[in-house]
């Protein structure tokens, strides 16, 4: 069963700091990638989706990689702002499961002014 | 385009009581998917569907029915409500180009409590 795991679960930074979100998952056999933001009481809205395929995938100050052989991604977000606070969520999808995706919990970030 | 919308956005139920979650998508996709997100356990699939007329369970879908007549609409159904079904609901759609399976867009969630 695959696993989607995200570490740290929150991190708090000062504003204009750069960061990196991690993901793991423990299936490699996916066949793509998304990150999501939630804010507080709402959706989730789309990021990023990067192919299997692929290594990096960019969105203005966003930038998601992948390493399909390791099980890892990770979310970079360049000179962080206090609206870029919210929990950042990676979701897999398997090469055997069609469109469905597994999730994991989600990274807490706080940019703080 | 409205994107993905949920009805309710909030309800309390007592437990037994029934109800119906309406998700509506106005982006021609074929596939519907509903979440339940709880803390500590993330996001959970409940039930999905891959087009009109076709419903399928996914990770957690016992007390839960479906329905997609439309393709624009997809239904979630608590028979018998109970308090571990106090959550917050999210549908989603996606669709496909060829072979290749695309993002889901999320709605705005529906916050259900059960007394």
């Known amino acids: 069963k695959q696993e989607v795991t995200q570490i740290p679960a929150a991190l708090s930074v000062p504003e204009g700091e750069n960061l990196v979100l991690n993901c793991s998952f423990t299936?490699?056999?996916?066949?793509?990638l998304q990150w999501f933001r939630q804010d507080p009481g709402k959706g989730l809205t789309s990021l990023l989706l990067?192919?299997?395929?692929?290594r990096e995938q960019t969105s203005g100050r966003l930038n998601a990689s992948l390493d399909k052989s390791s099980g890892r991604s990770t979310l970079y977000i360049a000179a962080s702002q206090p609206g870029d606070s919210a929990t950042y969520l990676c979701?897999?999808?398997?090469?055997?499961?069609?469109?469905?995706?597994?999730f994991g919990e989600g990274t807490q970030l706080t940019v703080n002014p | 385009n409205a994107g993905v919308t949920q009805t309710p956005k909030f309800r309390v139920l007592k437990t037994g009581q029934s109800m119906t979650l309406l998700c509506a998508q106005d982006?021609?996709?074929?596939?519907m998917y509903w979440y339940r997100q709880d803390p500590g356990m993330g996001l959970r699939l409940i039930h999905y569907?891959?087009?009109?007329?076709?419903?399928a369970k996914g990770e957690v879908p016992d007390g839960y029915n479906v329905s997609r007549l439309k393709k624009q609409n997809f239904l979630l159904g608590l028979e018998s409500a109970a308090p571990s079904q106090t959550s917050v609901y999210f549908c989603?759609?996606?669709?496909?180009?060829?072979?290749?399976?695309?993002?889901?867009?999320f709605g705005p969630g529906t916050r259900l409590t059960v007394l």
């Open positions: 989603a759609s996606s669709w496909r180009t060829g072979t290749a399976y695309n993002e889901q867009f």
């Open positions: 990067i192919q299997s395929s692929q």
């Open positions: 299936d490699s056999a996916i066949y793509n």
């Open positions: 982006m021609n996709h074929e596939y």
């Open positions: 979701a897999v999808r398997q090469e055997t499961s069609g469109s469905r995706l597994t």
């Open positions: 569907s891959v087009g009109e007329g076709t419903t």
